[in-house]
């Protein structure tokens, strides 16, 4: 039940785009929130992007304007657009679902940007 699966990391030149997919249960995806983190050797995750159930979303300064969640409830499915990538976006890209104590995390996708 808890178990997000990823797709559509890879490696594109500085100012492309990815775009980054989760799929999981419709019992998790119709009430838990939906994040993408990111991470890299030596730093803390860092929190990307959020959307509700209900399609309310957050962004990071550092990705505002640039990155665009969004939820297509039909395939469970949530789509992290990634444009005019740099080269500090580079990471590891980890979807979780959230709600109350209940966490669950994807294995994670690798995102490089060359410059």
């Known amino acids: 039940q808890g178990q997000l699966v990823e797709s559509g990391g890879g490696l594109v030149q500085a100012g492309g785009s990815l775009r980054l997919s989760c799929s999981t249960a419709a019992s998790i995806f119709s009430t838990f929130v939906m994040n993408w983190y990111r991470q890299v050797p030596g730093k803390q995750r860092e929190l990307v992007a959020t959307i509700t159930s209900g399609g309310s979303t957050e962004y990071a300064d550092s990705v505002n304007g640039r990155f665009t969640l969004s939820r297509d409830n039909a395939k469970n499915t949530v789509f992290l657009q990634m444009n005019s990538l740099k080269p500090e976006d580079t990471a590891v890209y980890y979807c979780?679902?959230?709600?109350?104590?209940?966490?669950?995390w994807g294995q994670g996708t690798q995102v490089t940007v060359s410059s």
């Open positions: 979780n679902a959230r709600k109350w104590t209940r966490d669950y």
